[in-house]
């Protein structure tokens, strides 16, 4: 089922759902089944599963050369999203972005999602290789997430690539996209950013998904000026409960969003991790229950493949 039917049938009520990463190339997909299961009790219609490019990486050889290796370490995004929805029985959402794919892949990956029943995919840029200075397209892929988007509502109006005959099959995926309240990294200001996102509806985005965020104000205000603006597709709040003191730098470097001062000084005043996960957990409940009081269609939580901080919080809202 479309996302945004889900949202619809809920009549109001918040939703839960969250984020995963597929496993680590080498790894079972028991370990993706394990950080779910403890989440199943709170009913999400719908798990996204994130994809990632390849990287580069230099490994010494025996001779003191370095060889130059090319890979991806979290691969099988497609397959996961098929394990989870045979298993258990809800929506998978693929994230499918412009990294590392052709354009010829992505369609392949698309007729994949469409044979498979995946009824929704998160429309990405997609990160920048770790080894570039910045996002440096694949050849013969796309640059944008627009230009991604509007591969796959060409496919949803029977426009395939190279097509050389008449009657093609309409494809029906529901299309999310990411939006930054606190303003995309490269954007030069929130206007430019907002216009970008904009575009991503106009062309026939059905949701957005956000960066996470822990000044729920910033959140508010990005609502109501995607409104004020005519973006009337459900906004989906990405939300990521604080576990450690390392993340007070690490989150702000690299996703580039501020962590309130209340928030920063609390976990400053803790002796360890633990009780920063305490302090974590009750921040991001007192912020989900006033997000449910704003009426948000669901709270999405990034999991990161951990389920107990996500658990503890969901059985505070829900
Ligand atoms: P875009 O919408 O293409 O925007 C990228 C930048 O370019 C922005 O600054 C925008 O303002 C600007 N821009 C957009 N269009 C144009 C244009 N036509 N001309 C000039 N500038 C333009 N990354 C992954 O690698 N894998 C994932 O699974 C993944 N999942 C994510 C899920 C969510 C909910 C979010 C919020 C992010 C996720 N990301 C993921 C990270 C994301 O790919 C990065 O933030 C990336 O840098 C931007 O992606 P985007 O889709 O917002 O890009």
């Given at each position: 089922m479309k996302i945004t039917e889900h949202i619809a049938n809920a009549n109001g009520k918040t939703l839960f759902s969250f984020e995963l990463l597929p496993p680590v190339?080498?790894?079972?997909?028991q370990g993706i089944f394990n950080s779910i299961e403890p989440l199943m009790e709170f009913k999400p219609p719908f798990i996204d599963v994130t994809s990632s490019r390849e990287d580069l990486v230099y490994k010494e050889k025996s001779n003191g050369l370095l060889e130059r290796v090319v890979y991806r370490k979290r691969p099988g995004t497609v397959a996961v999203c098929a394990a989870i929805m045979n298993r258990f029985k809800v929506d998978a959402v693929p994230h499918l972005i412009c990294?590392?794919?052709?354009k010829e892949e992505t369609e392949y990956a698309l007729i994949d999602l469409q044979f498979l029943g995946i009824d929704n995919v998160l429309v990405l840029r997609g990160d920048a290789r770790k080894t570039d200075p910045g996002f440096i397209p694949t050849p013969g892929g796309h640059m944008y997430a627009t230009d991604l988007l509007k591969q796959v509502t060409d496919m949803n109006n029977g426009v395939y690539l190279h097509?050389?005959?008449?009657s093609s099959h309409k494809t029906n995926f529901c299309i999310g996209v990411a939006g930054y309240p606190e303003k995309h990294?490269?954007?030069?200001?929130l206007n430019t950013d907002f216009k970008h996102l904009k575009k991503k509806i106009d062309d026939g985005a059905n949701f957005i998904v956000t960066q996470m965020?822990?000044?729920?104000n910033k959140y508010f205000d990005f609502v109501n000026r995607c409104r004020e603006n005519g973006i009337n597709v459900p906004i989906i709040p990405g939300l990521k409960p604080l576990t450690t003191a390392k993340q007070l730098t690490v989150l702000p470097k690299i996703f580039h969003i501020d962590i309130p001062e209340d928030l920063s000084n609390a976990v400053s005043g803790c002796k360890n991790d633990k009780e920063v996960k305490e302090v974590g957990i009750e921040f991001m409940i007192n912020q989900c229950k006033e997000l449910v009081k704003f009426g948000v269609p669901v709270l999405h939580f990034y999991t990161m493949g951990n389920p107990e901080p996500t658990k503890r919080i969901a059985q505070a809202i829900f």
């Open positions: 190339k080498g790894s079972g997909i990294g590392g794919f052709t097509e050389y005959h008449d990294f490269e954007s030069p200001n965020f822990y000044d729920n």
